[in-house]
């Protein structure tokens, strides 16, 4: 696990059919640490995860629980996730016990809703920092690029694309994907180039 920018702790597991890395994150704050879409971690970094301890595990989509719950078990945090992705992550066996409503905030996080890839995608927004943080709204592929998953795998593209150009009123300079290689400086950039290439609709 390394720190990825200030207090903000991440750590990645290789996909092989991707090519590329999945990403968790921790982030350090005094009234409680908060993990996002937790990827499996080493023993190590696991016993670090405990050690630094966390209070909630927020997951930005139905595919994102991964390892919510050795997280969970390991330092009795609390699983969230948006009320519309829920019962497909419970389906893979994920535990939850909260739900994440955009429009509301967690610490210093805007929950932000992207629906498109799934009906209860979301990301997370640090305005104070000009963070965002996304799961598989965007990725971070080709490294230093944004970029879209596969078609067959979203439910609705064009309403995934509307989501992503919603995402550009946003004020933000750091990307943090859960696919692929995060962008620390001059994001907006990035992903207004992205979306530059959809198409009208």
């Known amino acids: 696990m390394h720190e990825i920018t200030a207090d903000i702790f991440s750590w990645t597991w290789f996909s092989e059919p991707h090519g590329y890395n999945f990403n968790g994150y921790l982030v350090r704050r005094g009234e409680g640490n908060l993990c996002i879409d937790p990827v499996q ?3 190590d970094c696991l016993a670090d995860i405990a050690r630094m301890g966390c209070a909630k595990v927020l997951l930005t989509n139905r595919n994102h629980s991964r390892a919510v719950n050795a997280v969970r078990a390991r330092t009795g945090a609390r699983s969230f996730i948006h009320p519309e992705d829920a019962a497909h992550a419970r389906s893979q066996g994920a535990e939850i016990d909260g739900e994440l409503h955009a429009g509301e905030k967690i610490g210093p996080l805007a929950i932000v809703a992207v629906p498109g890839k799934s009906p209860g995608e979301v990301a997370l927004h640090w305005a104070e920092r000009k963070i965002l ?11 230093g690029r944004c970029g ?26 750091t990307l943090l994907f859960g ?16 979306v530059d290439t959809f198409p009208s609709e």
């Open 148 to 173: 879209l998953l596969r078609e067959k795998v979203m439910d609705d593209p064009a309403r995934l694309r509307q989501s992503v150009r919603m995402l550009l009123d946003l004020e933000f300079e």
């Open 179 to 194: 696919d692929g290689a995060s962008i620390l400086r001059d994001a907006k950039t990035r992903l207004r180039e992205l």
């Open 133 to 143: 943080i996304v799961g598989d709204a965007v990725i971070g592929n080709p490294p």
């Open 41 to 43: 971690p080493s023993d």
